[in-house]
């Protein structure tokens, strides 16, 4: 199966999309805080994304194959929710963790990225989670060079989340993405070095981690979207969407407030 591979104007539509995603995440993040509801973070981003950016909510009504179509603008996966957790009446109350994922589509191309919001002040052990996960999603990135394999990634990420006593969730990964929300490659967040998919310039895809405190295994709720833990620990996820350039990778997903790598605490929406 062919993986595409990007020309330079078709580049240069992603690093829009990549940018448009991300500034979503900058504008909602001061809303983050306890008393709002799921939904109203939705309908704020629904707003931003339609009236001020002129770009499509990706997830509003995607369907794939066995799915019912998803009935909001973003995703919302707070605590326990692994991810694809919809937008509703749930209110955020403080030391919740929440990961909201956008994906935008702009002059045809896709955007798709993900951080994590504490709301008020986290536990020692959900701080913990939400920064050892963005040094997964970080080290997986930084595995992505062209004569490197997608299996480099995936042991990058699970070698980091086991050594600190976490889990990776095994049935959601990253994919290739262009003109499609999602398309090939499947981009595992485990494996062996050397395995896999050899990367090439030109090449677009997602790193998108679910690391989760306890055990691995998931379940999905009767809305037939919202993955949780079988074993209710928390879980976190961040996500980039990355190039393969010459010469290493390119971040495509990247916007002022996104929090830099290694500096601690991730952005804190009080
Ligand atoms: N944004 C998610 C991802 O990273 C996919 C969400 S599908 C939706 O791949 F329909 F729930 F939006
Ligand atoms: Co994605
Ligand atoms: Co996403």
Redesign the pocket.
Known sequence: MAVNIKSPEEIQKMRTAGRLAAEVLDVIAPYVRPGATTGDLDRLCHEYMVGQQKTTPAPLNYAPPGYQPFPKSI?TSVNHVVCHGVPGEKRLKPGDIINI???VIKDGYHG???RMFYVGQPSIQAKRLCEITYECMWRGIDAVKPGGFLGDIGHAIQEHAERNGYSVVREFCGHGIGTKFHEEPQVLHYGRPGTGLLLQPGMTF?V?PMINAGKPDIRQLADGWTIVTKDHSLSAQW?HTVLVTETGHEVLTLSPGAPERGTGAPFTGM
């Open positions: 995703c994922d956008i994906t798709d990225t993900s997602t998108e996500e």
